[in-house]
């Protein structure tokens, strides 16, 4: 019995624990607190614990420890202990976009307080499994356990080699009969996303190329500021020291697009009172961008601003500056590529197959469920609905 949802009803969530946020200025909670939670803390209900999805700078876990928080720990209103700027392109977003805080059922798979957990939460038909662990190990998971019939889709979310980020590894057509299995680093971690239908795994920043400052040409004063004094900031680095004069500056060459147009240029910066930033393009003035400005007094928090651009095909350069007074620091820019649309791509990789044509028959039949999207992306004639004429309008573009 959990006291909070059947005895208070009204309560969405509520603390009694050590979030996130205190790694701003402690060490705790510590890793192994946080495995833990699922057997002592969650035994009384939602917890408000402010997981941050993604790793932080000087604690050991592993992006996909990270990234299990956000399905071990229950919480009915989730806050994400990140700025928000920081989870722009963030390999860890489209499960965090698509991880429910409303559940139906949970399972415990495995696990031992103070040293792994593996548990799995229902929402709908779908199966959201997160896994931690102090200890390097592996995991089973055996489908049996969460499913009885029909085929499902694994979305696993896992660390790479070194847990510094995370890969995303597919598996299709599964049954219960099946069983999942996983090789844990030490601190680390993963989650699984188990459905009937697709999970779309593109965000808005997904089509941004990206540089980063303290990969750009430096001169004057500029200069790197990194581990933990840049740890909001992507890779624990950026470039501060920008103006001040007409020589400290941040250029990046080699910001590179296909062909020629209008582009948004999105720049991440740091600064803790207004400041002005002079942009150049390829060696001509184009703009001032005045009260940048991210949290007062604050030094190390991001914040983003956008600019539209002329580029022309190929590579660019890109120079921030400010000749009448210091800059605010920067973290890196990122230029956002005009996104493709692949008709009838249901499944959301970038390319139309056998499996959007499976997924549309299903969603039509009724067997499983689309989002918005995914039925505007099955409407392959444009004519407002999913039918059995965008079936023929598969098969023709899939036989063409």
């Known amino acids: 019995m959990k006291l909070s949802s059947s005895c208070l009803s009204h309560n969405i969530s509520f603390e009694a624990i050590n979030g996130s946020e205190y790694y701003k200025w402690f060490e705790s909670p510590s890793l192994a607190n946080r495995v833990s939670y699922t057997f002592t803390r969650c035994v009384a209900g939602s917890a408000d614990f402010t997981p941050t999805g993604i790793p932080i700078y000087g604690i050991k876990a592993t992006a996909g420890f990270a990234l299990a928080d ?30 429910p805080v409303v559940w139906d059922d949970m399972k415990v798979l495995d696990g031992y307080p ?87 795994l593109t965000t808005p920043y997904s089509n941004y190329r990206s540089y980063e400052a303290e990969n750009a040409v430096l001169s004057g004063k500029a200069s790197i500021t990194a581990g933990k004094q840049g740890k909001y900031c ?25 062909k020629a147009g209008k582009y948004t240029v999105r720049i991440y910066y740091v600064s803790g009172e207004p400041r002005s930033l002079k942009v150049d393009i390829n060696g001509s003035y ?7 400005y991210a949290n007062k007094n604050d030094w190390s928090g991001i914040r983003a601003v956008n600019l539209e651009a002329e580029l022309k095909e190929g590579k660019n350069t890109i120079r921030l500056y400010n000749d009448r007074g210091y800059g605010p620091s920067i973290d890196r820019i990122a230029v956002a590529i005009p996104e493709s649309r692949v008709i009838g791509d249901v499944d ?16 039509i039949q009724g067997s499983i469920t689309f989002s918005t999207e995914q039925h505007r992306v099955a409407d392959v004639n444009e004519d407002g609905t999913a039918d059995v004429f965008d079936l023929i309008r598969y098969r023709k573009l899939l036989t063409s």
Do not use: C
């Not at 470039?239 to 080699?254: C, H, R, W």
């Not at 184009?286 to 940048?292: K, P």
């Not at 959301?348 to 997924?359: P, T």
């Open 348 to 363: 959301f990789n970038g390319r139309l197959n056998v499996a959007d044509l499976v997924l549309t028959t299903r969603y």
């Open 286 to 292: 184009v703009t001032t961008l005045d009260q940048l």
């Open 234 to 258: 992507s890779n624990d680095a950026y470039v501060g020291y920008v103006g001040g004069d007409g020589q400290s500056a941040v250029t990046f060459n080699d910001v590179t697009v296909d």
């Open 114 to 200: 103070m040293q792994f957990n593996v548990t799995a939460r229902r929402n709908g038909s779908d199966w959201y499994i997160g896994a931690s662990t102090l200890a390097a190990r592996k995991v089973d998971i055996h489908l049996s356990d969460l499913i009885d019939s029909g085929t499902y889709n694994a979305y696993i979310f896992a660390d790479n080699a070194d847990g510094s980020d995370l890969e995303v590894i597919v598996l299709n057509d599964l049954t219960a009969e099946d069983t999942i299995s996983r090789s844990l680093l030490e601190n680390g971690g993963f989650v699984i996303k188990l459905t009937k239908g697709a999970m779309k």
């Open 70 to 99: 956000v399905v071990t720990i229950e919480s009915g209103i989730q806050h994400f202990a990140q700025s928000v700027y920081t989870y722009e392109g963030s390999s860890a977003l489209p499960l965090l976009n698509d991880v």
